[in-house]
């Protein structure tokens, strides 16, 4: 639910699962997932218009509901009988109705990592109490995807409920193996080769030589959406000044159009290739991260490669909607690492 163009979905696949559907109201979004995961049923489509009758004929036999729905209306100062009738939980208590007619055996919801702390913990609070009442263990943690083979650091608040009847246990983030750290270089550095080639398909001629370029590859080494855009020339200027790992505070002052001083750390960033991404962003021209050697953005290939999606995952919809496709997903390595948890509960309730 709310999937996007399919980072969890790709992680859950990956680890096994078989994907049987998706709810979102982006078109775009639904398209790649439609591209992607060709056997499930997907939907393009406002949740709440989506008809409760039909949700046990389309959906109801699943193991397991992943979502990620907003939860910013949960608040000490929102009266309880009120939460319900607050815009900002909408999506939130739809995703609770999926789970009341489904009652899967497994809940999962990914959100912003303030909602643990936000209020004094009161959101976070307020959903496992509701989560507990349809008879779920709930566990939560915050998790950084650099611990899970994606090269780039991205924090999420990872929700996890066991339904109390198929095993009355609680969820153990410590069973979810973390990896060895990868770069910057390691997802895109054998895509330098690509600069001055024309748009279109490229063709990778060389051997992967790493575990993550291993994962990354399609069988036949094609790779899509790596056609290079450059900014405005004004903005290549500011970003020559940039050396790896550094931001706005190294282009000259007289670079810029005003003299600002309170510009986000991460404006103009170049991205350092010894070492893990920023957390990757919707942006496309205004994006706040560089390549660490060109001076532009990441191609829409090497934004997906950051996030960990594999090269054969194709997004579809104009060049700006990919790439808010690619930042707003969940990175598939994390999911995967999350969901090879998960089937471990589900296989030894099966032995």
């Not at 439609?34 to 218009?49: Q, R």
């Not at 095993?167 to 390691?186: P, R």
């Not at 997004?315 to 998960?342: C, E, H, T």
């Amino acid at each position: 639910m709310f999937c996007g163009c399919g980072g969890i979905s790709e992680g859950y696949a990956l680890a096994g699962f078989e994907i049987v559907g998706g709810i979102d109201f982006n078109e775009y979004a639904t398209e790649t997932f439609k591209h992607n995961f060709k056997n499930a049923k997907v939907y393009c489509i406002d949740i709440a218009t989506f008809p409760t009758q039909k949700i046990d004929e389309i959906y109801g036999d699943v193991d397991i509901i992943v979502g990620g729905p907003p939860c910013q209306g949960f608040s000490s100062a929102n009266r309880w009988q009120k939460e319900k009738d607050d815009p900002r939980n909408k999506l939130f208590f739809e995703y609770i109705r999926f789970v009341q007619r489904i009652h899967p055996k497994i809940i999962m919801i990914e959100n912003v990592r303030g909602l643990l702390t936000r209020d004094n913990g009161y959101a976070i609070s307020r959903i496992e109490e509701i989560l507990g009442a349809e008879e779920y263990n709930i566990k939560y943690q915050i998790l950084d995807a650099s611990e899970y083979g994606v090269p780039q650091n991205r924090k999420r608040a990872i929700i996890v409920g066991i339904r109390k009847d198929f095993k009355d246990s609680y969820f153990d983030f410590n069973t979810i193996e973390t990896t060895e750290k990868t770069t910057v270089e390691d997802a895109i550095g054998e895509l330098y080769c690509f600069e001055s080639s024309l748009a279109g398909i490229k063709l990778i001629e060389s051997p992967a030589n790493s575990p993550l370029r291993k994962f990354f590859r399609t069988k036949d080494n094609t790779i899509l959406d790596q056609d290079i855009v450059y900014p405005a020339p004004k903005v290549q200027e500011r970003i020559k000044h940039v050396p790896q790992g550094g931001n706005w505070q190294d282009v000259p002052e007289e670079l810029w159009p005003t003299n600002r001083k309170n510009r986000h750390s991460s404006a103009y960033k170049r991205l350092d290739p010894n070492t893990q991404s920023c957390t990757i962003d919707t942006g496309n021209a205004h994006s706040n991260y560089f390549h660490p050697i060109f001076h532009r953005i990441p191609t829409i290939r090497e934004s997906a490669r950051l996030q960990s999606f594999p090269d054969s995952f194709e997004f579809q919809g104009p060049r700006g909607s990919k790439y808010r496709q690619i930042g707003n997903a969940v990175p598939p390595l994390m999911a995967k690492a999350i969901a090879d948890a998960i089937m471990k509960i589900l296989n030894d309730e099966n032995n």
